[in-house]
T-cell receptor, first 109, second 119 residues
Framework: AQRVTQPEKLLSVFKGAPVELKCNYS??????LFWYVQYSRQRLQLLLR??SRESIKGFTADLNKGETSFHLKKPFAQEEDSAMYYC???????????FGTGTRLKVLA | GAVVSQHPSWVICKSGTSVKIECRSL??????MFWYRQFPKQSLMLMAT?????????EQGVEKDKFLINHASLTLSTLTVTSAHPEDSSFYIC???????????????FGPGTRLLVL
C-alpha cells in the first residue's frame, strides 16, 4: 500500500533549537519525496524535493530507503519556521501525490 | 512564479443545492489539474485528476456523479458538488501541474483552497 506517515501532529521547539519532523513512507517502487509547507493563511508551497538534495531556508531532508524515511531537519529553528509541514510521495509514472497528515511546527521565542 | 487561483474562497449553501468551485492557472497553461479535499486536522486527499479536453480520473471511493469535474480550457477546471449535504462540508484545494518547459522549480502549484459549508 502507498502511504505517508507523519507521526507527530504538533512539534514545539524553542528558537535556536534543532528541529526534526519525521516522515515515513510505504511504497513498492522507487520513491520521489517532497516536503510542502503551509504558513498561516497561505497556500501550500513546495519546500524541498529529495531528488534535488537541496537546502531551503536551512532545512534539509535525506531519503533513507533502508528505514523508508524522509525526515526534515533544521539545526537552528527560527520563529518564522512556524507552519504546517506536509510530507508527500509522488506516485511513479503519474502526477499523483500522496500526502501525510501533516505536522504543525511551533517555534517558541 | 506560477499562480493558481480558486473562486470562491468560501461558500455557504443549503443542503440539496449544487456548488461550483473554479480553479484557474493565471500565468501558465495547465493540461492537468488536481482536486483535493481536506478535512479538519487531516491530510489532503486526492479526489480526482482533471485533464484538459477529456474526462477526469477519479480516485477510488470518490463519487463521480457527486463531484463533477470539467476542464474545459488549459487554464480552468471546475468542481461542482451536486446536491450538497452537510457531510460534503470540507476544504477543497486544487493544484495545477506546471509544464517543464517553463523551467519552474515546482511541478505542482496549489490554489488557496475553498471552504464549503453545507447547512
Amino acid at each position: 500500500a502507498q502511504r505517508v506517515t507523519q507521526p507527530e501532529k504538533l512539534l514545539s521547539v524553542f528558537k535556536g533549537a534543532p528541529v526534526e519532523l519525521k516522515c515515513n513512507y510505504s511504497y513498492s517502487g522507487s520513491p520521489e519525496l517532497f516536503w510542502y509547507v503551509q504558513y498561516s493563511r497561505q497556500r501550500l508551497q513546495l519546500l524541498l524535493r529529495h531528488i534535488s538534495r537541496e537546502s531551503i531556508k536551512g532545512f534539509t531532508a535525506d531519503l533513507n530507503k533502508g528505514e523508508t524515511s524522509f525526515h526534515l531537519k533544521k539545526p537552528f529553528a527560527q520563529e518564522e519556521d512556524s507552519a504546517m509541514y506536509y510530507c508527500a510521495l509522488k506516485v511513479s509514472g503519474t502526477y499523483k501525490y500522496i500526502f501525510g497528515t501533516g505536522t504543525r511546527l511551533k517555534v517558541l521565542a | 512564479g506560477a499562480v493558481v487561483s480558486q473562486h470562491p474562497s468560501w461558500v455557504i449553501c443549503k443542503s440539496g443545492t449544487s456548488v461550483k468551485i473554479e480553479c484557474r492557472s493565471l500565468d501558465f497553461q495547465a493540461t492537468t489539474m488536481f482536486w483535493y479535499r481536506q478535512f479538519p486536522k487531516q491530510s489532503l486527499m486526492l479526489m480526482a485528476t482533471s485533464n484538459e479536453g477529456s474526462k477526469a480520473t477519479y480516485e477510488q471511493g470518490v463519487e463521480k456523479d457527486k463531484f463533477l469535474i470539467n476542464h474545459a480550457s488549459l487554464t480552468l477546471s471546475t468542481l461542482t458538488v451536486t446536491s450538497a449535504h452537510p457531510e460534503d462540508s470540507s476544504f477543497y484545494i486544487c493544484s495545477a501541474r506546471a509544464p517543464r518547459a517553463i523551467g519552474l522549480r515546482e511541478t505542482q502549484y496549489f490554489g488557496p483552497g475553498t471552504r464549503l459549508l453545507v447547512l
